[in-house]
């Protein structure tokens, strides 16, 4: 009966989000896939959430995470929710909307896999077998693996519009809220891609 489970339930995905908190940038959600059964799952020892992990070592597992991935051992995709939608329709709405659209580039059966989520998220209504874990991304290695997927997508966005947007330091904080984020927003104003509903309390009137 477990093997014929098994069977039918062709993937297991870990899903998780990362820069909910930032002042500026997109908020970013991520997903990974692996078949039920499939040898790689009993290799993810030593996988820990990206919090826990260097910037060097998330960028080692992300480069396996490819590697996996080209040799068609698991499935991955992030998606990013930009900072004028985080304005407009809220931080929760914004992280709904990445988290839809990364788990539905994976391109699995809604009906015949298994989400473990981090936190808070909720996948799509269609997928009926879905678990929220407080903590997942410390206890799920699949969840761990997303965590990585979506930290380093973002920082590696950040670091793109840290060169549209000098000035700020975004490559070295990545938009969350340092002093010297705080300082140089007071002192240039706001830009394009800063959220203006999280800056509000001391921003200048201005923006770039």
């Known amino acids: 009966m477990q093997a014929l489970y098994t069977l039918l339930m062709h993937y297991i995905l870990g899903v998780d989000e990362a820069g909910r908190g930032p002042l500026a940038g997109p908020v970013t959600v991520a997903a990974v896939a692996v078949r039920a059964g499939h040898p790689l799952l009993s290799r993810l020892r030593g996988i820990r959430d990206s919090k826990q992990l260097s910037e060097r070592q998330r960028e080692m597992w992300f480069a396996r995470i490819r590697e996996w991935s080209t040799r068609g051992e698991l499935l991955y995709a992030a998606s990013f929710t930009s900072a004028s939608v985080i304005d407009q329709r809220g931080i929760v709405r914004a992280v709904a909307v990445a988290l839809t659209r ?19 998220l909720s996948a799509p209504k269609e997928f009926t077998n879905q678990r929220t874990i407080i ?74």
Do not use: N, W
Request: hydrophobic share 35%.
């Open 135 to 208: 903590g997942g991304d410390e206890k799920v290695r699949l969840i761990a693996l997303a965590s990585i997927v979506a930290k380093v997508s973002r920082d590696r966005r950040m670091r793109l519009l840290a060169k549209q947007y000098p000035g700020y330091g975004l490559e070295v904080h990545k938009g969350y809220g340092s002093r010297a984020h705080i300082a140089a927003i007071r002192r240039r104003g706001l830009s394009l891609i800063h959220r203006r509903s999280f800056c509000s309390s001391f921003t200048k009137k201005r923006s770039t």
């Open 102 to 120: 990364a788990i539905r580039r994976l391109e699995v059966s809604p009906t015949h896999s298994r989400v473990m989520l981090d936190g808070s």
